[in-house]
């Protein structure tokens, strides 16, 4: 027999291959074995595509918006980072940085007002096509969620994002939450994980409204922007509403009545 | 027959079996290793399922739970007895099971895992620690 | 054939023990960043892409730039690149590297990186890019160690050589416009929602890469008995001149529709870049030393005279790098974040730790070209293929 060092080499890498692909495959053919079924539960809200109306006329100040801001940050403990790697869900600002309409001669009242932004749920969101691991999706309802358990930290998604609506986690967030203010109820995110507002989907799943509507004293309406009898819908056949830069085409869910 | 390099062979192949048998004489007459004893919740004497099958398949459940609750939207989950629960490590598993240290890392620790999950979510007993 | 990195001169080592302590101390820095997080960099919620991504844009220029060696020889039978194709090739090798390592370190989590693998995403182009980059390594390796392996054996090539060699000539032009696709299918990033990016991509490896290369090599003529064939010398600093004109003429059109469409979200980019906007004026020395550098450079490589001339060469080249490092390695992603989705400027400047982390993967870079350079040349020393006259070699030539 010839029995080289070559051949014998290639015999232990063969053996070696075999082993590892019969431990994957075996792995992999072990399912969890589910034995119940998982449901949306009886007080879930449900839609076909969540929207949201702002009354910017209602809700026009900066002190007004902290409000909101503070009702969202606190509730999805939302850390508190100075300087410019901060994490913001929803925030105010003017109307040149909100919307892409420049004009030199606005009226005094819309000129002065502040505009609350926050993460727009596009109907063709380029956050979800950019992102590599589908850790930020659409679901069904028109929400685009993220996972924060899949996300690599790439920061894609910020780089698709035309609204400015994501925030990267540059550092540990506890170390700039308050433990004596914190939300029990929720997690706090992990260092190195983009996040945004997500329209309080874990709110909506017990049949409550989200924390910056519940806090709005009805300057912001949510529904179902597909019910042609729901609230939003009502509200933007009643005014002239706008959404920030429309011609990109990613379809903004979030309307402002100007 | 003669063994070329005989010496260097020999000492190569002591110098590995010392190394691979070192860990056996680490733990030579320690005592035989004994499950950890973890801290039970006091007022509830079933989990959402078995012991034995959360004992083996607690972290693929958990890792189920989180594609059902944040990717499917479906957070409440009924059990192999028809009972319900919501989906929650924080709300749910937590509720009985407040203290990490008391009961997740006993055996995370023998098993040498570290699970990234408090990294994010809360310990009732621990706060914010991870 | 890896043996003959291992024997070498005192200074040899010196430089490989050099790049080796380079490597340790600034990973002090990278293990810094994953204690702490990209919180040591100087990114911002604005520009959340910095230094890193725009080293591996560079980078991935100087991987693709090895087809300009490549493409000559196996399209078109250029024979006088016989030699130096193995040295596109390894150059490219150490390119993706790089390039991978500056991704790496710019992710948030690295730790989860093939997620991208285990949840396989076509409409994201991360996801291309990773298979891209991955076969167009795999294919370098194959390709270029193989051929080595058969020249020092005296063997001629297998013929799947060939086949691989012309779809690595494919793949190359691939893996920039992958790359450039990253960028400019962004909506709302203007500098770079442009078609001509991956032209512009291409035309700035093409030029900036061989520069590289042929400095590299150019080095390695003057540490070994490596001597480049003088006319392939000449015909690549020519390809690399033509390659010069093209970026030259790309950034142009670029610059004319910006400006005589007057659109702001056009415009401003290039004004923050070149004169500064909303009292930002922090790239503005740096585009204008581009500039000219630009401009200088080609003003060195489109005479012949010049361009042929051996002492000038390199000192042309070096413009010419920095000239498309300014603009490709710096400006490009500055200017894709600026001004930001709200109209206003969030200046960048990396850090020093950041700079520390990239001269960590630099310095790998420089251990890997120096390694199969060095495998490279002593192949072709043993053969007798490309010494200098005066060397005695191992083996005359058959």
């Known amino acids: ?258 | 027959m003669k063994l070329y390099n005989g010496g260097k062979i020999i000492t190569g192949l002591v110098i590995f079996l010392c190394v691979f048998l070192a860990p056996f004489a680490y733990n030579a007459g320690k005592a035989a290793y004994s499950q950890p004893k973890v801290q039970l919740p006091k007022d509830e004497k079933e989990c959402i399922e078995s012991k034995e099958y959360m004992r083996t398949n607690h972290m693929k459940l958990l890792n189920q739970w989180r594609d059902w609750a944040l990717r499917d939207g479906k957070r409440v989950y009924v059990n192999s007895k028809g009972k319900s629960f919501e989906i929650s490590l924080q709300n749910t598993c937590m509720k009985c099971h407040p203290n990490k240290a008391e009961f997740c890392d006993k055996c995370h620790n023998d098993a040498a895992v570290s699970p990234y999950c408090w990294d994010c979510h809360y310990q009732p007993d621990g706060g914010l620690k991870k | 054939m890896l043996e003959k990195a291992l024997k070498g001169s005192p200074k040899y080592y010196l430089w490989i023990g050099f790049l080796l302590v380079v490597m340790a101390g600034a990973s002090s820095a990278y293990l810094g960043q994953l204690m702490n997080g990209l919180t040591i960099t100087g990114m911002s919620r604005d520009v959340s892409w910095g230094f890193y991504i725009s080293q591996f844009t560079y980078l991935v220029g100087l991987a693709a730039s090895g087809v300009m060696i490549v493409l000559p020889y196996y399209f078109h039978h250029y024979k006088q690149f016989k030699d130096l194709v193995i040295f596109g090739e390894f150059m490219a090798i150490a390119a993706i590297a790089m390039c991978l390592g500056f991704i790496v370190v710019d992710l948030g989590q690295p730790q989860r990186m093939l997620n991208v693998m285990l949840f396989p995403t076509p409409h994201s182009m991360l996801f291309w890019d990773m298979i891209v980059l991955c076969g167009y390594l795999a294919l370098n390796i194959l390709v270029g160690w193989t051929c080595l392996e058969c020249d020092r054996q005296h063997l001629p090539h297998p013929k799947w050589t060939k086949v691989l060699a012309y779809i690595s000539v494919i793949w190359a032009f691939s893996i920039h416009t992958v790359t450039a696709f990253l960028m400019q299918g962004l909506p709302s990033r203007h500098y770079w929602l442009t078609a001509i990016l991956a032209g512009r991509f291409l035309a700035s490896a093409f030029c900036s890469g061989p520069s590289i290369l042929l400095l590299v090599i150019l080095l390695t003529e003057k540490v070994t008995t490596f001597k480049a064939n003088v006319d392939g010398v000449r015909t690549l600093a020519k390809i690399i001149t033509y390659a010069m004109c093209v970026n030259v003429f790309f950034f142009l059109c670029e610059v004319f529709t910006s400006f005589y469409s007057s659109i702001p979200e056009h415009k401003n980019p290039l004004v923050y870049l070149f004169s500064g906007l909303d009292g930002h004026a922090e790239l503005v020395p740096f585009m204008w030393v581009a500039a000219v550098f630009g401009l200088g450079c080609l003003a060195l490589l489109i005479p012949p005279k010049l361009r042929d001339n051996r002492h000038l060469l390199p000192w042309s080249l070096a413009v010419l790098i920095i000239a498309t490092w300014i603009d490709k390695g710096l400006a490009l992603l500055i200017g894709g974040f600026n001004p930001t989705p709200f109209d206003t400027i969030t200046p960048y400047w990396p850090t020093a730790k950041e700079l520390t982390v990239a001269l960590m993967i630099y310095s790998l870079g420089a251990l890997v070209v120096t390694v199969l350079f060095k495998v490279a040349t002593e192949v072709k020393h043993e053969v007798g293929a490309s010494q200098k006259p005066d060397s005695d070699t191992a083996v005359p030539e058959a």
């Open chain 1, 1 to 258: 027999m010839n029995q080289t060092r070559r051949n014998f080499l290639k015999f232990l890498g063969l053996a070696a291959a075999g082993v590892c692909t019969a431990t994957a495959g075996r792995a992999l053919a072990v399912s969890v074995g589910a034995k119940a079924e998982p449901e949306a539960g009886p007080q879930a809200l449900s839609a076909k595509r969540w929207g949201m109306v702002i009354d910017t006329k209602k809700v026009g100040t900066k002190e007004a918006i902290d409000v909101l801001a503070k009702a969202c940050h606190s509730v999805h403990n939302v850390p508190d980072i100075p300087g410019n790697q901060n994490i913001k869900w929803i925030w105010a600002a003017g109307f040149e940085q909100a919307f892409d309409q420049p004009n030199d001669f606005l009226d005094e009242d819309v000129k002065k007002r502040q505009f609350p932004l926050l993460c727009n749920h596009c109907s063709n969101p380029p956050c979800v096509r950019a992102c590599p691991t589908q850790a930020t999706f659409k679901r069904p309802d028109g929400i685009v969620a993220m996972d924060y358990h899949r996300c690599i930290g790439c920061r894609f998604c910020m780089a698709a994002c035309p609204f400015g609506a994501r925030s990267f986690n540059f550092m540990d967030p506890r170390k700039h939450i308050d433990p004596a203010a914190v939300n029990k109820e929720f997690p706090t995110r992990m260092r190195g994980v983009v996040e945004k507002c997500t329209f309080c989907v874990e709110r909506l799943a017990k049949g409550k409204q989200p924390a910056c509507v519940e806090a709005s004293n009805g300057a912001v309406a949510f529904g179902d922007l597909a019910d042609a009898n729901s609230e939003v819908r009502k509200l933007l056949r009643e005014h002239y509403t706008i959404r920030r830069k429309p011609s990109l085409g990613t379809e903004p869910s979030v309307y402002y009545i100007i």
